[in-house]
């Protein structure tokens, strides 16, 4: 009789042990998934900012050029010609950023919109490049539409040329900013 009821204590124990874990892990695995996503999303606003800081940089005269760095774990990089916007975004983020809906400055002309969803959230950082952004590729040079570039487990490396103000324009002349892949 006492092996039988050892035997029974044993399992009843061990289960008690299991849900214990179990209810610690359902508790724990969101908490750890949003830390990631706020990780992710903070490592994507320094590198835009570093983009930022290169494109101001590259402004000064025509025929400037410098390298940059883009690291990419998850998400997208956009390239909005045809509104002088580059996006990140993170379609499957566990983390409400910011307040959802709105367009919120983050550091210089950066911005974070966050579109919530039932269980995953649209996180978007826009950087506004206020001048006329181009994107070579390949030697075809694209001035509208967008570009998209998705995460890689290697950084990319970006060329940022000023090529100064196109002569045939005419009314709200920009700068010419054409991003390459290096």
Same mark, same amino acid.
């Given at each position: 009789? /006492?092996?039988?009821?050892?035997?029974v204590?044993?399992?009843?124990y061990? $289960? @008690?042990?299991?849900? $214990?874990?179990?209810?610690? %892990?359902? #508790?724990?695995?969101?908490?750890?998934?949003?830390?990631k996503?706020?990780?992710? +999303?903070?490592?994507s606003?320094?590198?835009?900012k570093?983009?930022?800081?290169?494109?101001?940089?590259?402004?000064q005269a025509?025929?400037?050029?410098?390298?940059? &760095?883009?690291?990419?774990?998850?998400g997208?990089l956009?390239?909005?010609m045809?509104?002088? %916007?580059?996006?990140?975004? @993170? &379609?499957?983020s566990?983390?409400?950023y910011?307040?959802?809906g709105?367009e919120?400055? #983050? +550091?210089?002309?950066?911005?974070?919109?966050?579109?919530?969803?039932?269980? &995953?959230?649209?996180?978007?950082l826009?950087?506004n490049v206020?001048? *006329?952004?181009?994107f070579d &590729?390949?030697? %075809? $040079?694209?001035?509208g539409?967008?570009?998209t #570039?998705?995460?890689? /487990?290697?950084?990319?490396?970006?060329?940022i040329k000023?090529?100064?103000i *196109?002569?045939?324009?005419?009314v709200?002349?920009?700068?010419?900013?054409v991003?390459?892949?290096?």
């Amino acid at each position: 009789m /006492k092996k039988g009821q050892i035997w029974v204590e044993t399992v009843i124990y061990t $289960l @008690i042990g299991l849900s $214990l874990i179990a209810l610690v %892990l359902t #508790i724990v695995t969101p908490k750890i998934n949003e830390a990631k996503d706020r990780a992710v +999303i903070e490592q994507s606003i320094k590198s835009l900012k570093k983009i930022s800081l290169k494109i101001e940089e590259v402004s000064q005269a025509p025929g400037n050029v410098r390298n940059v &760095e883009f690291s990419m774990k998850r998400g997208s990089l956009i390239f909005d010609m045809d509104n002088d %916007l580059i996006f990140f975004e @993170i &379609e499957d983020s566990s983390t409400i950023y910011s307040k959802p809906g709105a367009e919120i400055p #983050i +550091i210089g002309k950066i911005n974070v919109i966050t579109t919530e969803g039932l269980k &995953e959230h649209k996180i978007s950082l826009k950087l506004n490049v206020r001048q *006329d952004l181009q994107f070579d &590729e390949g030697g %075809l $040079l694209l001035s509208g539409g967008k570009k998209t #570039i998705n995460y890689a /487990k290697t950084p990319y490396k970006f060329i940022i040329k000023n090529e100064g103000i *196109d002569p045939t324009c005419t009314v709200s002349c920009k700068l010419r900013i054409v991003f390459s892949i290096g």
